[in-house]
Nanobody, 122 residues
Framework: QVQLVESGGGSVQAGGSLRLSCAHS????????RGWFRQAPGKEREGVAE???????NYADSVKGRFTISRDNAKNILYLQMDSLKPEDTAMYYC????????????????WGQGTQVTVSS
């Protein structure tokens, strides 16, 4: 059974940084896509960043140049480095993993974490 557990969320002032982590336990083979999503109150879930098994990355336009997705394959941890945070980045952040290749949407994902809250104050 696959379990994804996020950590690293918190409250920060605008312009600050946070690094989110997502620990993957259980079956980890044939995972071709890993990603981060977020959902703010009253809004739909949106993709933030994704990384495939070859290390190729994609980012939402709203976070390009500010966020960096990476992974530690040996430790089975996915990271999201968030710099120059803005109040509009406030949301619950979720990590996900899937057996399909990344597609830019959430249909590539089979497993989801419970989320970690990020709050950015102005």
């Amino acid at each position: 059974q696959v379990q994804l557990v996020e950590s690293g969320g918190g409250s920060v002032q605008a312009g600050g940084s946070l690094r989110l982590s997502c620990a993957h336990s259980g079956y980890a083979y044939s995972i071709y896509c890993r990603g981060w999503f977020r959902q703010a109150p009253g809004k739909e879930r949106e993709g933030v960043a994704e990384i495939d098994s070859d290390g190729n990355t994609n980012y939402a336009d709203s976070v390009k140049g500010r966020f960096t997705i990476s992974r530690d394959n040996a430790k089975n941890i996915l990271y999201l480095q968030m710099d120059s945070l803005k109040p509009e980045d406030t949301a619950m952040y979720y990590c996900a993993a899937g057996h399909k290749y990344c597609s830019g949407g959430d249909d590539a994902y089979n497993y989801w974490g419970q989320g970690t809250q990020v709050t950015v104050s102005s």
